[in-house]
């Protein structure tokens, strides 16, 4: 099997994780610049941190996605949560918050508000890894994001169904990882409700596994059947 069609099988699993009552997508193409490794040698994920602003304290939850261009050469044209690699002699949670300013516009003054919520690291058997914590912090009171324009071309408020249902809908382009993390988040009703449930918790990485069997893949999650084989 050549590289591009492991890339689309690999991508189209992805879409099958999502859960019952949305809609499954067909996928005809990998994510964009995601390029499976076909060494054997697993590249060694960055350290990456990135920051779920979160509003709607006592009438409903929405999260900040921001969309980087289509012309990035890497998840162009995708909608994340803010958030990128760790510099040197930044902590995680440092680099959290410079991010969130450079791509949304907004500022955390006080980074004490941060609250650890997990921590994904991209599979072996995918060439550009990262290691990437992710922190969840309430908007600041009217905040407005703004964006840059460049690197950054839009930005919005959704409600994590809201979200995936566009997704589901060919709207919105999403990853894996933030598919997961907004069905997570689907859970709570509320910013506090979510923020209660998350201070105190132990982080315990995820790492995904892609799992080759003859033509095709399929990404396996810790505690899924065949993680472990």
């Known amino acids: 099997m050549n590289p591009q069609d492991s890339q689309i099988h690999f991508w189209a699993v992805v879409v099958s994780l999502m859960p019952d009552s949305l809609p499954q997508m067909d996928v005809d193409r990998p994510g964009?610049?995601?390029?499976?490794?076909?060494?054997?040698?697993?590249?060694?994920?960055?350290?990456?941190?990135?920051?779920?602003?979160l509003r709607g304290a006592g009438d409903g939850l929405e999260?900040?996605?921001?969309?980087?261009?289509?012309?990035?050469?890497?998840?162009?044209?995708?909608?994340?949560?803010?958030?990128?690699?760790?510099d040197a002699g930044e902590d995680e949670a440092g680099a959290a918050l410079?991010?969130?300013?450079?791509?949304?516009?907004?500022?955390?003054?006080?980074?004490?508000?941060?609250?650890?919520f997990s921590r994904w690291i991209t599979p072996a058997e995918v060439k550009i890894r990262f290691d990437t914590h992710f922190f969840l912090a309430p908007a600041p009171s009217e905040v407005a994001p703004v964006i840059d324009g460049q690197e950054i071309v839009d930005a919005g408020w959704f409600a994590?169904?809201?979200?995936l249902q566009a997704y589901a809908r060919g709207e919105l382009e999403l990853v894996?990882?933030?598919?997961?993390?907004?069905?997570?988040?689907?859970?709570?009703?509320?910013a506090d409700e979510l923020l209660d449930y998350?201070?105190?918790?132990?982080?315990?990485?995820?790492?995904?596994?892609v799992i080759?069997?003859?033509?095709?893949?399929?990404?396996?999650?810790?505690?899924?059947?065949?993680?472990d084989d």
Do not use: C
């Not at 964009?32 to 602003?53: D, F, H, K, M």
């Not at 969130?100 to 516009?105: V, W």
């Open 160 to 163: 994590p169904d809201d979200a």
């Open 32 to 53: 964009p610049g995601e390029e499976l490794n076909p060494s054997g040698q697993a590249s060694t994920p960055r350290v990456a941190a990135s920051v779920i602003v």
């Open 212 to 227: 080759m069997g003859g033509e095709t893949a399929r990404v396996v999650l810790p505690g899924e059947p065949g993680y």
């Open 63 to 86: 999260v900040l996605l921001v969309r980087r261009t289509p012309e990035a050469r890497f998840m162009g044209g995708v909608w994340v949560f803010p958030g990128g690699a760790v």
């Open 98 to 116: 410079r991010e969130l300013e450079e791509e949304a516009g907004v500022t955390v003054d006080d980074p004490g508000t941060l609250v650890r």
């Open 176 to 190: 894996f990882p933030t598919i997961k993390h907004l069905e997570q988040l689907a859970r709570f009703a509320t």
């Open 198 to 209: 998350a201070r105190g918790r132990e982080i315990v990485p995820i790492e995904p596994k």
